[in-house]
């Protein structure tokens, strides 16, 4: 059976922090956060994807976050009984205009 060992632990922890523990040796900081970054570069499978990470991870330094809140507003909700009268005079309407466009008055039987 093989056993198998670990080098160290590596862990971003956000702002520029890290911590790490490599070969007994602990780490905490920028230090760390910079030694997480450069080994999951090293990592990543080809060099056109090491190129973009690391242009992204720069321009991320230099620049600051472009931060956008959206506020989301939900329309109210009816119920379906008021839908139906909304439906029911929305054509009481619709046949009072046709019939105020031919001239004539509807009748309580027409509507």
Same mark, same amino acid.
């Given at each position: 059976?093989?056993?198998?060992?670990? *080098? /160290?632990?590596?862990?971003?922890? %956000?702002?520029?922090?890290?911590?790490?523990?490599?070969? /007994?040796?602990?780490?905490? %900081?920028?230090?760390?956060?910079?030694?997480?970054?450069? *080994?999951?570069?090293?990592?990543?499978? $080809?060099?056109?994807?090491? +190129?973009? +990470?690391?242009?992204?991870?720069?321009?991320? *330094?230099?620049?600051?976050? !472009?931060?956008?809140?959206?506020?989301?507003?939900?329309?109210?909700?009816?119920?379906? $009984?008021?839908?139906?009268?909304?439906?029911?005079?929305? $054509?009481? +309407?619709? $046949?009072?205009?046709?019939? !105020?466009?031919?001239?004539?008055?509807?009748?309580?039987?027409?509507?």
């Amino acid at each position: 059976m093989t056993t198998l060992r670990t *080098i /160290g632990l590596l862990a971003a922890i %956000g702002r520029r922090t890290g911590t790490a523990n490599i070969l /007994g040796f602990k780490f905490s %900081g920028f230090f760390a956060w910079w030694l997480w970054r450069t *080994i999951y570069l090293a990592k990543l499978p $080809r060099l056109e994807k090491k +190129v973009r +990470v690391a242009l992204d991870w720069t321009l991320g *330094i230099l620049f600051a976050k !472009d931060l956008v809140q959206f506020r989301t507003h939900r329309a109210p909700t009816i119920s379906r $009984r008021e839908t139906m009268t909304f439906m029911r005079d929305d $054509r009481h +309407v619709e $046949r009072t205009q046709r019939s !105020d466009e031919m001239g004539t008055i509807p009748t309580a039987m027409s509507l």
